[in-house]
């Protein structure tokens, strides 16, 4: 009896996925001094990593949708359908991620805890949610490329690669950002 091909496709990259959880999670064990550092930034965490896989993925869905009813096909990947969502999932990334700063810097202070500052978390937020958007998209075509060439399904393994691979590049971009704006209040 041989496996549906659900499972033969998503199998591999679910197993990958938790791999990269626990990458992202040793991110976040390296980013300790920096979150001493930045106040009301580990509110922004949880937040900004559910939005980029959230936006990114529904992104992903949606292209894989789009390659299924022949809107997108190997010799027409950048048309309008393209084009309107990748729009969308950046107007998306740059407005929610501004949103997340804001939220963490009040959340912060109505818990009573320390914050960065309302213009710091915001701009972090921002800077690393809209750069981790963009790269996402990229990654997004790559995935589906590949997919389409492997003669996979692209609703097998988009989502749950985007979700990991946004995980890791949300935390790698926070840890950077929050670096170069000096790691502190």
């Given at each position: 009896m041989s496996l549906?091909?659900?499972?033969?496709?998503?199998?591999?990259?679910?197993?990958?996925?938790?791999?990269?959880?626990?990458?992202?999670?040793?991110?976040?064990?390296?980013m300790e001094e920096v979150l001493g550092r930045t106040p009301g930034l580990l509110v922004m965490i949880p937040a900004l990593v559910a939005l980029?896989?959230?936006?990114?993925?529904?992104?992903?869905?949606?292209?894989?949708?789009?390659?299924?009813?022949?809107?997108?096909?190997?010799?027409?990947?950048?048309n309008e359908e393209t084009r309107q969502n990748v729009a969308a999932a950046l107007i998306l990334s740059v407005a929610l991620s501004s949103l997340v700063g804001a939220l963490s810097h009040f959340t912060s202070i109505l818990l009573g805890l320390e914050s960065a500052g309302l213009a710091k978390l915001v701009l972090i937020a921002t800077v690393a949610g809209t750069a981790a958007g963009t790269a996402q998209v990229g990654i997004t075509f790559g995935i589906?490329?590949?997919?389409?060439?492997?003669?996979?399904?692209?609703?097998?393994?988009?989502?749950?690669?985007?979700?990991?691979?946004?995980?890791?590049?949300?935390?790698?971009?926070?840890?950077?950002?929050?670096?170069?704006?000096?790691?502190?209040?």
């Open positions: 549906p091909s659900i499972y033969r496709e998503s199998l591999p990259v679910l197993l990958l996925a938790g791999l990269g959880l626990i990458t992202a999670g040793l991110l976040l064990e390296r980029r896989g959230g936006i990114s993925g529904a992104m992903g869905s949606r292209l894989g949708s789009a390659v299924h009813m022949g809107l997108i096909g190997k010799g027409n990947l950048w589906i490329l590949i997919a389409f060439r492997r003669g996979l399904d692209p609703d097998n393994v988009t989502a749950p690669s985007l979700a990991t691979v946004g995980d890791i590049i949300t935390m790698l971009l926070l840890l950077v950002v929050s670096m170069g704006m000096g790691g502190f209040v």
